[in-house]
């Protein structure tokens, strides 16, 4: 079953940052990641359970391959690139 990564991220050091995002979408799909949305205009619509900020979304084939990626020693350099320069919510969803 595909998960999906679904992130909401506030970031305050946007050089810093593009350090991560440079790196990681490279990583995220050599894990059969596929971003679906990264960036982009939101039209909030309803917002009484949170105000999102700047919306990422990722298809993974599967549970175990998001994990691996977010737990693996490649990713965690990166991961506290983003922790240290942005705030965020990151989610992952079983889906179809």
Not at 37 to 53: A, C, F, V, Y
């Amino acid at each position: 079953m595909s998960v999906y990564m679904i992130g909401d991220v506030d970031i305050h050091n946007i050089e810093e940052y593009k350090k991560y995002m440079d790196k990681v979408k490279p990583m995220i799909e050599s894990y059969g990641g596929e971003y679906l949305i990264r960036g982009g205009e939101i039209d909030s619509l309803e917002t009484n359970l949170w105000k999102p900020t700047r919306m990422v979304l990722v298809k993974f084939p599967d549970k175990k391959s998001a994990m691996k990626w977010y737990d693996s020693e490649e990713y965690r350099p990166y991961k506290k690139i983003r922790l240290e320069n942005s705030t965020s919510n990151i989610l992952m969803v079983e889906g179809i």
